[in-house]
């Protein structure tokens, strides 16, 4: 019988990524939207795992985290993987700070947990567009590329031996300006004051800070990862840089 992979979160980009690649490993996928939580209990009876991803920027991602970890305990499942990001413990980004406690809730939980540590996606970059940039074109950042993190996410839920894991994944290391330029992109350097009066205009204040804060620390500090996880765990190389 297919192991069955509860996906909180399961309906938006990272989720229909983590499904997908669940899928193709013979697994079933169960992805769970905001509408799951009128009985978590019961959405995740009979699933041999759970994979938590919460939403963007949320306000409190310790008691997100925890309601899942409660809801698992109670539903009989012990095997819990949390989507958390690269550098969770960084004080000057509230959101990160979220995950951290977020982390800390899932080593606390007696489940057996494994953290997945993906930097910035490279599909958050369009291809062939204008990308307006609110930090600095030279920042460094590990770059993960949203397949190759979703196939790690499904061998880290289907294999055992990860219990107790934490991996930070990257697929490349380039700075934000090389990695428009390979998807063809061009980048407009805006200053967060202009990002705040156009894209952050109709945003939660909270949202439109936190966001904020993010793009004062990539610009002074990008956000770097290792990529040698993610080589290991796909066991081949991961997606390169694209160059057109
Ligand atoms: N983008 C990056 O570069 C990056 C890098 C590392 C980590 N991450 C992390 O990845 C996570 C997921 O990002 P994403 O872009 O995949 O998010 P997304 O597309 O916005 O998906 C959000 C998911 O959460 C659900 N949801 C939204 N509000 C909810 C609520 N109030 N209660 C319960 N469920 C709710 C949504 O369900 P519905 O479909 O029902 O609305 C959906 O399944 C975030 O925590 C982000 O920090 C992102």
Known sequence: MSARIAVVGGTGKTGRAVCAALQGSGADAVPLGRSAWIDLVGALTGCDAVYVIAPNMHADEAAYTEAVVT???RA????????????PYVPAMPHHVGKAQAEDVVRRSGLDWSVLQ???YVQNFAPGTTIRLPY???APFGFADLDDVALVAARVLLEQGHEGATYELASFRATAGELAGSLGSRVEL???RQWAAAEGKGLEPRVRDWLLAMFAYYDRHGLPVGTLPMRVLLERAPRALVRT
């Open 118 to 120: 993906p930097g910035v």
């Open 76 to 87: 009989g499942v012990s095997r819990l993987v949390l989507h958390s990001v690269a550098s």
């Open 136 to 138: 600095r074109a030279e």
């Open 71 to 73: 809801a698992a305990q």
């Open 190 to 192: 805006v200053r967060p």
